[in-house]
């Protein structure tokens, strides 16, 4: 299997340029700075994907507009970056999405589609078979890695003695470039992911060396809720080949690193984008950073935990 | 009176580089972007002036340490960049100060005085002429304008077109700065001063002619408790020279604009940070850039913001 390399995410580094932050270092306490992905436009790394991928696209498929189904911070990320390709898009959402996500997504200019959970990736391929449009999947696609993979360049470039670095793990796209690009750049850092230990199939197949896959439900506990999906051949390939662990945390420590942030960086973190920061307070390895994935949490839930 | 120049500015940028964050702009809005200057060390733009000051200082002036008197986010400054510069800092804090605040200025390794808020500079200046060590203005001299004035660079080079900058106004160091930067890279720029309604000093010196100071007792009404300085003759100076406006914003819109910032941008702005964007909401001017000058919140307050 074909993975992505150094010059496919120096390629993607140029396209986003113009539209993605390049997020500094923030210092959270000594030993680790924080990648803070929550300032990007629609508060998450996704857009660095997004753009890329929707870039890449040749231009008469481009024109078509494009697809993709997700309740989360992918769709946001494809609405607002088909906005500024001024091109359509159509997210496929399942009926019991939070309002709220459906709005934001709306706000973005994107035609929403409500569907039954079950029917979200037949109704997509359906909008691609019958409209031409192009399906932008949230990682499972080497041009997703290679624009997700800018964050690992970022920090390379601005760290290159950079010891360890801690990315949450969920489909794996995020991980998938970080530690391509990290790997060649400074080959001497760890690359670590982190889980909920309440959505650990990644962890799972890591160890046992085979793409594992845990029950919805089971997966449905965390309230990192951004990292309930499972890896794809791809990405485990990816992970295979260039991570070094990828460990898990509780939801006590995901709770303790929001927290955390908030004090000591004044930076907001959803909790899927707080799990890096959860696992280096135990590991509390030195020269460190972790990628704090995105900042989209409900107002209220951010209030109880501060 | 010698005014700042753009010149002191960009030495000042050179001296800072290896300590302060370079903050991005992040959209707020169609026609906002934030730079967000809570992301710093500190959690606020202060530690600009403070690295500026003490390095600019002699070398053996700067052996002596360096005192300041605060109880606010210049203290905590002081005593990180001090601590930077391997040098003793101590801190003249008013015994009413919030515990929390003491804490955090220790942590950072500088020595607090506690005194009576009367005898904060009595006491900061026996310590300067007892000690040798040198005293870091909050904002009433050259270098600590000339490091805030790297804000007004840095939104001059990376939005060139801008057409309106919005800045925070307590004791006018930022304002100084930021404006003497923008005028001299966009001279096509507006640059507007923001104070609380409750504490608008600088707003009255501004129409007025001459500065005027409003008792403290009337100063401190405002929840914005950074923004309740007096403007020096210095900083009076820059602010005709070179600021076009000073207006005033609410308490309510105040608590607006702190509400929008963690909604929108998933940024914790403190009152006092998040007055320039409060202004923004009224004005809508276009092309802007409104200064969240930091971002120290008592979570509590925060999380009845949110």
């Known amino acids: 299997m074909d993975l992505v390399t150094l010059a496919d995410i120096r390629a993607a580094a140029a396209v986003i340029r113009p539209a993605a932050v390049r997020t500094p270092l923030l210092r959270f306490a000594d030993g680790l700075s924080v990648k803070p992905e929550s300032l990007q436009p629609v508060g998450a790394f996704k857009i660095r994907g997004a753009l890329n991928a929707i870039a890449r696209l040749p231009e008469d498929v481009r024109a078509r507009g494009v697809v993709a189904y997700s309740s989360g911070n992918h769709a946001q990320a494809v609405a607002y970056a088909a906005k500024l390709f001024r091109i359509q898009a159509t997210i496929v959402v399942p009926e019991n999405a939070p309002v709220i996500k459906v709005t934001a997504t709306r706000a973005y200019g994107a035609r929403v589609e409500l569907v039954p959970m079950a029917e979200r990736e037949s109704r997509a391929a359906e909008l691609v078979a019958e409209t031409g449009a192009a399906l932008i999947p949230p990682f499972d696609h080497p041009d997703v890695i290679a624009g997700q993979g800018t964050v690992g360049l970022e920090i390379a470039e601005d760290f290159p003695e950079v010891g360890t670095v801690l990315v949450p793990v969920s489909g794996g796209g995020l991980i998938s470039g970080v530690a391509t690009a990290v790997k060649a750049l400074a080959p001497g850092a760890r690359v670590i992911g982190v889980e ?3 959505a650990a199939d990644a962890a799972e197949s890591f160890r046992t060396g085979a793409v594992v896959s845990w029950p919805a439900e089971d997966r449905a506990r965390t309230s990192a809720d951004g990292l309930r999906a499972v890896l794809s051949d ?13 460990v898990t945390v509780t939801e006590e420590e995901i709770a303790d690193a929001v927290r955390a ?41 951010l209030a109880a935990l501060l």
Not at 234 to 246: E, K, W
């Open 196 to 198: 909920p230990e309440l």
């Open 234 to 246: 791809l990405t485990f390939a990816h992970i295979r080949a260039r991570v070094d662990d990828v």
């Open 261 to 301: 942030l908030a004090r000591q960086t004044r930076i907001i973190a959803e909790p899927s984008g707080a799990v890096a920061v959860a696992a280096w307070l135990r590991l509390r390895s030195p020269a460190s950073v972790a990628v704090v994935s995105g900042g989209n949490v409900d107002p209220d839930v």
